[in-house]
C-alpha cells in the first residue's frame, strides 16, 4: 500500500483552508452521502462517484445538485482536478480502486476523518453510540430540541420522512449517530472517534460485527481513547456489563447512568398501544413524562434524550412537550401497508436483541394480532452461528416465523453458517411453528399462505429480505 497521501484528522484540521473541492468515492452509502451534503452545506465544492445510484440515497443526491458519476465509465485523470478524495468504507484494501486511488496522488481520507475536521470540529457535537438504538435515538434527539428552538444540526444514518437524512443547522448542538464499524481500509478504528465528540450516549454494548472485532473487549477498546478524553456528558445504560466495565475505569468522566436496573429509571407507569407514561429521577426527584412512543426499547432510547436535555439545563416544561409527538426513521417499525388484509411492518432488526425487542413491542401495539415473523439474518454476523441460541430466544413471542435465508455464507472467520434446521427444532420444542425460505417465490408463497386480516406480517431485516422490498410485492401493498 502507498499511504503517504492518507490524512488522518489531524491532518485535515491543518489542511483546512487549503482543500476546495471534494470528491467522494463510493457517495451513495448513507454514511457517504449525508458526509457529501454536509460538506457541500459548509460551502465546499463536492462530486461524487459510485457503481450503482439506488434509492433513496440517489434520488436525494441529485436533488442536492452534488454531480455524479458512474465509476464504471470513471475517468482517473478527473481526479486531479480535486484537492481530496474521501474513500468510502466499501472499498477494499487489495482491489484495484484502492491502488487507483493511492497512485493518484492526490490526498484522500475517510468521511469519519473529514467530517470531524470540516464539520464537526465547529459544534457542540453528541455522539450516540452503541450496539442497539442509535438511528431511532439520534432521530429523537434531533426533533425534541428542534422542537425547543435549538436547531440542531444532524446526521442519520437512516431515511428520514419529509426532510433530509443531515442537516448543517445554525444552533449549538450537532446530533451525530456514531457508529463503531471501522472507518475504510486504510483507517481500521471506529467512525466515532473522529467525530470530534464532546459528550456520549451510550445506549447499549453488546457483541457484534464479529468481522472485525473478536470479542467485546475488542470493541471496548474502541470506547476507551473517547471516554478518556470526552469533558462533556456521558449518558450510559448500566444494564451492559460492558458499558459499567468502562465507567468503572474511568470514573472521573462526567457520568449519568440510566437503565432499567439503575436508581434514575426509567420506570414505566402505564402504557397502551399509542401511549406511554413513564418516570426517570432527575436531580433526586421523580420526573413523570408522557409519550406517543411505544415499546420498552424506545423508553430507553427516549430517555437518554431527555437526561442529555437536561444536564443541558433545557426547562422541564420544554422537554415534556418536545416528546409528546415523535416519528421514526424509515424501516423502524414502519407500516408499509396491508397486503391480504393483514398490516405489514417493517423493521431493521437483525441481532437478537432488537429482535426481541421490536417484537415485544408491536405485540403491545397490536394485542389481538396474530403475528407473523419474516427474519432475515443478513449480516455478517447474523448470518454465523455465534447468536445461533439468541436467535431462538428472540422469537418466542412471535406466532408463526418465516425464516428468509441468505444467499451468502458468514464472512466471520471464526464461526460456521446459522443452523436454520436447528432454529427451527428449537422453535418446534416451544410450539412456535416456523419454516425456510431460500428463495422470493418460496417466501411470496408463505406469505400468501399465512397472512389474513386476523395477523399482522412483521418483516425484520436490514437488507432487501431476499428481494421482497424490491419485488412488486410492494405495489401489491394496499395503503
Given at each position: 500500500?502507498?499511504?503517504?497521501?492518507?490524512?488522518?484528522?489531524?491532518?485535515?484540521?491543518?489542511?483546512?483552508?487549503?482543500?476546495?473541492?471534494?470528491?467522494?468515492?463510493?457517495?451513495?452509502?448513507?454514511?457517504?452521502?449525508?458526509?457529501?451534503?454536509?460538506?457541500?452545506?459548509?460551502?465546499?465544492?463536492?462530486?461524487?462517484?459510485?457503481?450503482?445510484?439506488?434509492?433513496?440515497?440517489?434520488?436525494?443526491?441529485?436533488?442536492?445538485?452534488?454531480?455524479?458519476?458512474?465509476?464504471?465509465?470513471?475517468?482517473?485523470?478527473?481526479?486531479?482536478?480535486?484537492?481530496?478524495?474521501?474513500?468510502?468504507?466499501?472499498?477494499?484494501?487489495?482491489?484495484?480502486?484502492?491502488?487507483?486511488?493511492?497512485?493518484?496522488?492526490?490526498?484522500?481520507?475517510?468521511?469519519?476523518?473529514?467530517?470531524?475536521?470540516?464539520?464537526?470540529?465547529?459544534?457542540?457535537v453528541v455522539g450516540v453510540a452503541g450496539t442497539h438504538g442509535k438511528t431511532t435515538t439520534t432521530y429523537f434527539l434531533s426533533q425534541m430540541f428542534e422542537k425547543m428552538g435549538q436547531n440542531p444540526g444532524y446526521l442519520i444514518g437512516g431515511v428520514l420522512e419529509g426532510q433530509p437524512s443531515s442537516k448543517l443547522g445554525n444552533g449549538r448542538y450537532f446530533f451525530i449517530e456514531s457508529d463503531e464499524y471501522d472507518s475504510a481500509y486504510f483507517e481500521k478504528i471506529s467512525k466515532f472517534r473522529s467525530y470530534s465528540l464532546n459528550h456520549m450516549i451510550l445506549t447499549s454494548l453488546e457483541f457484534d460485527h464479529a468481522d472485525i472485532f473478536d470479542d467485546i473487549e475488542d470493541i471496548k477498546k474502541e470506547f476507551e481513547p473517547v471516554i478518556q478524553n470526552l469533558k462533556g456528558h456521558i449518558i450510559a445504560n448500566i444494564d451492559y456489563s460492558g458499558v459499567e466495565d468502562i465507567k468503572v475505569k474511568y470514573p472521573e468522566r462526567n457520568w449519568h447512568p440510566y437503565g432499567e436496573h439503575s436508581d434514575r429509571g426509567p420506570r414505566t407507569l402505564n402504557k397502551s398501544s399509542d401511549k406511554t407514561l413513564f418516570e426517570i429521577n432527575l436531580a433526586g426527584n421523580w420526573e413523570r413524562f408522557e409519550t406517543n412512543v411505544v415499546g420498552e426499547h424506545n423508553i430507553l432510547n427516549l430517555s437518554t434524550c431527555i437526561i442529555f436535555a437536561h444536564a443541558e439545563n433545557l426547562s422541564l416544561e420544554e422537554i415534556r412537550a418536545s416528546i409528546t409527538d415523535l416519528k421514526f426513521v424509515k424501516r423502524r417499525q414502519e407500516i408499509r401497508g396491508t397486503y391480504k388484509g393483514a398490516l405489514v411492518i417493517d423493521d431493521f432488526a437483525h441481532h437478537p436483541r432488537s429482535v426481541a425487542c421490536t417484537i415485544e413491542t408491536i405485540k403491545t401495539q397490536y394485542p389481538n394480532k396474530e403475528i407473523v415473523v419474516v427474519l432475515e439474518p443478513n449480516s455478517a454476523t447474523a448470518r454465523s452461528n455465534i447468536f445461533q441460541e439468541e436467535f431462538a430466544n428472540s422469537l418466542l413471542q412471535a406466532n408463526h416465523v418465516i425464516f428468509a435465508k441468505p444467499e451468502r455464507a458468514t464472512s466471520v472467520k471464526s464461526a460456521q453458517n446459522l443452523d436454520f434446521d436447528l432454529l427451527q427444532q428449537e422453535l418446534k420444542g416451544v410450539s412456535i411453528p416456523s419454516d425456510i425460505a431460500v428463495d422470493l417465490e418460496v417466501l411470496r408463497e408463505l406469505i400468501d399462505k399465512l397472512v389474513s386480516e386476523n395477523s399482522l406480517l412483521l418483516i425484520l431485516s436490514n437488507g432487501t429480505c431476499l428481494g421482497l422490498w424490491k419485488s412488486e410485492f410492494v405495489q401489491k401493498l394496499e395503503r
Amino acid at each position: 500500500m502507498n499511504l503517504n497521501n492518507k490524512l488522518d484528522l489531524n491532518s485535515l484540521l491543518n489542511k483546512k483552508e487549503s482543500i476546495k473541492k471534494i470528491f467522494f468515492y463510493r457517495i451513495c452509502g448513507t454514511g457517504m452521502g449525508a458526509a457529501a451534503c454536509l460538506l457541500r452545506e459548509k460551502g465546499y465544492e463536492v462530486e461524487g462517484g459510485d457503481l450503482n445510484f439506488f434509492p433513496p440515497m440517489s434520488d436525494y443526491l441529485k436533488n442536492t445538485g452534488i454531480p455524479l458519476h458512474d465509476l464504471e465509465n470513471f475517468d482517473w485523470k478527473s481526479l486531479d482536478s480535486f484537492d481530496l478524495v474521501v474513500v468510502g468504507n466499501v472499498v477494499p484494501r487489495n482491489g484495484e480502486d484502492a491502488r487507483k486511488i493511492e497512485e493518484s496522488g492526490i490526498p484522500f481520507c475517510s468521511f469519519p476523518a473529514v467530517l470531524g475536521a470540516f464539520v464537526l470540529h465547529d459544534f457542540n457535537v453528541v455522539g450516540v453510540a452503541g450496539t442497539h438504538g442509535k438511528t431511532t435515538t439520534t432521530y429523537f434527539l434531533s426533533q425534541m430540541f428542534e422542537k425547543m428552538g435549538q436547531n440542531p444540526g444532524y446526521l442519520i444514518g437512516g431515511v428520514l420522512e419529509g426532510q433530509p437524512s443531515s442537516k448543517l443547522g445554525n444552533g449549538r448542538y450537532f446530533f451525530i449517530e456514531s457508529d463503531e464499524y471501522d472507518s475504510a481500509y486504510f483507517e481500521k478504528i471506529s467512525k466515532f472517534r473522529s467525530y470530534s465528540l464532546n459528550h456520549m450516549i451510550l445506549t447499549s454494548l453488546e457483541f457484534d460485527h464479529a468481522d472485525i472485532f473478536d470479542d467485546i473487549e475488542d470493541i471496548k477498546k474502541e470506547f476507551e481513547p473517547v471516554i478518556q478524553n470526552l469533558k462533556g456528558h456521558i449518558i450510559a445504560n448500566i444494564d451492559y456489563s460492558g458499558v459499567e466495565d468502562i465507567k468503572v475505569k474511568y470514573p472521573e468522566r462526567n457520568w449519568h447512568p440510566y437503565g432499567e436496573h439503575s436508581d434514575r429509571g426509567p420506570r414505566t407507569l402505564n402504557k397502551s398501544s399509542d401511549k406511554t407514561l413513564f418516570e426517570i429521577n432527575l436531580a433526586g426527584n421523580w420526573e413523570r413524562f408522557e409519550t406517543n412512543v411505544v415499546g420498552e426499547h424506545n423508553i430507553l432510547n427516549l430517555s437518554t434524550c431527555i437526561i442529555f436535555a437536561h444536564a443541558e439545563n433545557l426547562s422541564l416544561e420544554e422537554i415534556r412537550a418536545s416528546i409528546t409527538d415523535l416519528k421514526f426513521v424509515k424501516r423502524r417499525q414502519e407500516i408499509r401497508g396491508t397486503y391480504k388484509g393483514a398490516l405489514v411492518i417493517d423493521d431493521f432488526a437483525h441481532h437478537p436483541r432488537s429482535v426481541a425487542c421490536t417484537i415485544e413491542t408491536i405485540k403491545t401495539q397490536y394485542p389481538n394480532k396474530e403475528i407473523v415473523v419474516v427474519l432475515e439474518p443478513n449480516s455478517a454476523t447474523a448470518r454465523s452461528n455465534i447468536f445461533q441460541e439468541e436467535f431462538a430466544n428472540s422469537l418466542l413471542q412471535a406466532n408463526h416465523v418465516i425464516f428468509a435465508k441468505p444467499e451468502r455464507a458468514t464472512s466471520v472467520k471464526s464461526a460456521q453458517n446459522l443452523d436454520f434446521d436447528l432454529l427451527q427444532q428449537e422453535l418446534k420444542g416451544v410450539s412456535i411453528p416456523s419454516d425456510i425460505a431460500v428463495d422470493l417465490e418460496v417466501l411470496r408463497e408463505l406469505i400468501d399462505k399465512l397472512v389474513s386480516e386476523n395477523s399482522l406480517l412483521l418483516i425484520l431485516s436490514n437488507g432487501t429480505c431476499l428481494g421482497l422490498w424490491k419485488s412488486e410485492f410492494v405495489q401489491k401493498l394496499e395503503r
